[in-house]
Structure formats: C-alpha cells, structure tokens
C-alpha cells in the first residue's frame, strides 16, 4: 500500500525583525506618531465651558443623552446626518490620499500601523536591535530571555490597557470615571471596553502585526482600484539599480545588494522585486537605502516615492514628472472637489441650523371630534426639543387664512416651559365654530409657531384642519 505524503496547508509566520533606521521620512512617522498618539490619550480630558446642566469635556460621545459633543458643536441624536457627512468625508480623503500617494494612510496614518509601530519602539529600547532580537529569538528560554520577554510583554500590557481606557473616557466625564476606575467604583461596561481594547491592542500591534494588514484589512485589496499610473508610491528603480551585487565593475548597478531596504521593512518585503499587497508604502526602506547610497558616494532615491509613468520615463531617459503633476490631476480634483462640497454643505447646514426642534402630529384617530356645541376640533401632538443648557418658555399661536382657536391640553395659559436639554410632548387643540368656514370644508391650512420669549427666537410647522366635509 503505497501512502502519499500530505502537503500542508498551513504556513507559519516568518518572523520580522524591522531594524532602526533613521531619515526624513523616519522622523515625518515619529511626528505623526507622536501627534496621533497625543490626540487619542489627551483629548478627553481638554475641558470645555458649556455653561450649567451641560457637560464641559470638549469631546463627549453622550449615549446616555444621545447627543454627541465636539468642543462648541452639539450634535444630536436626529441629526446624525452629520456624523454621516463626516463619514463620507473620511472616505472620500482616504480616496483622494490614496489616488495621490498610495497607501500613505496604512503607513503613517491607520492605528495598527501607529501602535505596531509604538510596540516595535519598545521591543527594541528592550530586546534591542534586530540582530540582537534575532539572536534573542533563536536562543533557548534561559533567565535572561524570560527576563526581556516579561518586561516587554508588561510594558505592552500598560500601553494597551492606556489605549483602552483612553477610549473609554470619550464616553463619560473623563476626571469623574478616571476616579471611578481607581477606586473600583467604574461600572461593568467601562471595564468590559478596557478589557477588549486592551486585548486587541495587544495582539494586533505586539503579536500580529503585518499580518492583520495582511490578512484582516480590506484596503490592501481595495487600494489598487484608487490608483493609477499617476500615483506615487515606493519604488526601485531598477534601470539604475541594476545589475545588483556587491561586487563593484564597471557594469554594476548602484544597488550593492546589501538588504538595509529589507532589513527595515515592517512587512518583511523586498521592494526591489516591483510593487506588493504587503507593501504599506511606510517610506522606511527610502531611508535605508537614502543612508547607504550617501556612504557609497551616489545620488539619493535608488528607491524613491515614484508613479508608474515615471518608472516607465526614467528607464527610457526621460525625465520624471514633477510631484505636482502628480497630485494635480482630474481625479484628485473631483475628489477634492466633492470633499469640499460636502464640507461646506456640512458647515452651512451647522449655522443655519435652530436652537428649537420642533415636530407637529395630527392625531387622526378620528379625523376631527364634534363637541356638544357643534365645535369641530383637532388635535395634535407636538413635540419641542430645548438644545439649550437653560429652561425655555415658549408662546404658541396660530396662522391661518380661516379663524382657528388654539388650546393647550392641561393649561389655560398659551405658554410651555420646556426644561433645559429636553424634549416636551403637549398636546394641542385646534378648533373652529360651527358656522366658521372652516367647521365646514375638507381642509384648512394652518401654521403653529412657537416664539422663545427671552430670545425671541421663532420655529414654525405647517399642518392641516380637518373640517366636517372630511369625513
Ligand atoms: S517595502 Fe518599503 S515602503 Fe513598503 S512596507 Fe517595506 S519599508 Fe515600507
Ligand atoms: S538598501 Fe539600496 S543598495 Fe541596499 S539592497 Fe536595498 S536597494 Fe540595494
């Protein structure tokens, strides 16, 4: 019986050591680290003067209220159209970014980049740099492994345990919760979050890295429909590279073979085989080679930020196209365009936009009521939303071409205090005489205006009367 032998399926990661590197673009990931980086744990905590009854943290996603604060911005819940608009403003960014300059998001922006990034920075101040992390990573477990592995893992465990419950304080008064989680006194879903956060954290930036780009993201396999032959990512240039070797005559390439591009690779790539998935275009492997051309006495940008229609000039002796052209084309401005579009449409409809909310009801269950005195009457539901931080008397009154009479369910007055931050339902009675016109027709127009009697501030629904011939 002869038996074949399995195949498996199954790869294991190769493990990647990404060396230090200094230069330009280097530094410009620090910045956006350290930048990014201070947004996320700091912003919590800026305070904000709203004035009483609201809360003063200048970023607050209130879930309890469902209202959304962004320092002098009051979003509420029925007005998600602009959390919507600033989605679609994100994405809209993300294509023309990636359109202009490939995946600059993934290699300087997205957070698994930013916080691999973070971890890496630690393992190497701990372990060292990648040969003494490879050489750590091959050595058997003795004290001194589980020594730097133990402090690594700890100080892992604190940045993300940071990051979880940096996210949290964006739900909640972030001094109040921060003395909540101290004294044990949080609730159960503030811990559960940290909890969560802390353990992503943890796994995609200290453990899986490359490969939740890899394998989880859908943007590597999205990216390639936003790009074109006009877009800049990183490149070899291969026609000045070539032939490679460290053996220097006069046919050599400039490429002296000597792996610093891959050595510094996060993804563990050689650029120098063309354009990969895997590559996040993190400009690090420029840096790298930037560095060794300058040592071997030849001009920078062996590999370089670099289109398509460049690579294919610059092989036949044609100069490259000027950044520029690059980022000026008609694709970039549509999407500039229509980014700015929506933009402006948010801004404007964030002025124009009422203190009062307002929604009227008609109760048409019946239609109208007959009253004992031959009096056609409507009622309707309506609902007053007071955004402000203060009480608010509002005066109710009518316009119509017909007589009308208003009435307020539960007061002979015609005023309603709405309290401050609330929503009030009231129930409101319109009605005509038997021998008012519009007792007798199918329909009156009619407008209910409310007019704030401090500010003087005014909102107003158009709805109908139902006259006898309704029926
Ligand atoms: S090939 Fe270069 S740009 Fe791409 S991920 Fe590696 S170091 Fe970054
Ligand atoms: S760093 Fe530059 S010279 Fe060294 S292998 Fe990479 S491309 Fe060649």
């Known amino acids: ?19 230090r590197v200094k230069g330009y673009y280097r530094t410009l990931k620090w910045w956006v680290m350290a930048v990014t980086l201070g947004i996320y744990y700091l912003t919590p905590w800026i305070r904000w003067d709203r004035g ?27 007005e998600f159209y602009f959390v919507a608009g600033l989605l679609i403003m994100a994405g809209l960014g993300l294509f023309l970014f990636t359109s202009a300059l490939g995946r600059v998001w993934c290699g300087y922006t997205c957070p698994q980049t930013v916080w691999t990034d973070l971890f890496i920075l630690v393992e190497r101040w701990i372990e060292g740099d990648r040969n003494a992390r ?37 739900f909640a008064d972030a001094p109040s919760l921060a003395v909540a989680l101290v004294t044990f ?25 490359e490969q939740v780009c890899n394998y989880m993201c859908p943007w590597p396999r999205i990216q390639a429909t936003m790009m074109d032959p006009e877009t800049l990512t990183v490149a070899y240039r291969d026609w000045r590279g070539e032939p490679r070797g460290k053996k220097r005559d006069a046919n050599a390439g400039d490429c002296i073979d000597c792996m610093a591009c891959v050595n510094v690779c996060p993804a563990g790539i050689d650029i120098r085989d ?22 071997i006495g030849k001009p920078r940008g062996l590999i370089d930020y670099l289109a398509l229609s460049d690579q294919e000039a610059e092989s036949k002796g044609k100069p490259a196209k000027k950044v520029w052209q690059h ?59 007071n955004k402000n931080g203060e009480d608010r008397t509002f005066h109710l009154s009518l316009v119509s071409d017909e007589i009308l009479r208003i009435e307020l369910e539960g007061t002979a007055e015609r005023t309603i205090i709405v309290p401050a931050n609330e929503t009030l339902l009231q129930r409101v009675y319109v009605s005509a005489r038997p ?23 005014r909102a107003y629904k158009d709805t109908i009367f139902n006259g006898r011939a309704a029926q």
């Open 134 to 170: 490879v050489r750590l990573w091959k050595s058997k477990w003795d004290m001194r492994k589980w020594r730097l592995r133990i402090i690594k893992w700890v100080v892992w465990f604190m940045i993300a345990v940071a990051t979880g419950g940096a996210w949290v304080f964006y």
């Open 185 to 209: 006194e949080a609730p159960s879903i503030a811990w559960a979050t940290i909890g969560v956060l802390a353990a992503t954290t943890m796994i995609f930036g200290g453990f899986m890295r």
């Open 274 to 295: 063309g354009q990969q998935m895997e590559c996040i275009t993190c400009a690090l492997c420029i840096d790298a080679c930037d560095d060794i051309m300058a040592k």
């Open 327 to 385: 980022m000026l084309r008609l694709r970039t401005v549509i999407y500039t365009a229509l980014w700015a579009l929506i933009g402006i449409g948010l801004v404007f409809a964030l002025f124009i936009r009422s203190d009062i909310e307002m929604t009227v009801s008609p109760v048409r269950n019946p239609t109208f009521v007959t009253l004992s005195d031959g009096t056609i009457r409507n009622i309707y539901d309506m609902r007053l939303l």
């Open 52 to 78: 009483p009854n609201l809360p003063d943290q200048a970023v607050l996603i209130d879930l309890a209220h469902r209202r959304f604060y962004f320092f002098w911005i009051e979003i509420w819940s029925h």
């Open 435 to 457: 021998s008012d016109p519009a007792a007798t027709v199918d329909r009156t127009d009619l407008r209910l205006w409310v007019e704030d009697m401090t500010s003087g501030e």
């Open 1 to 19: 019986m002869s038996t074949t032998p399995q195949q498996s399926l199954y790869a294991a990661r190769e493990p990647i050591f990404p060396k």
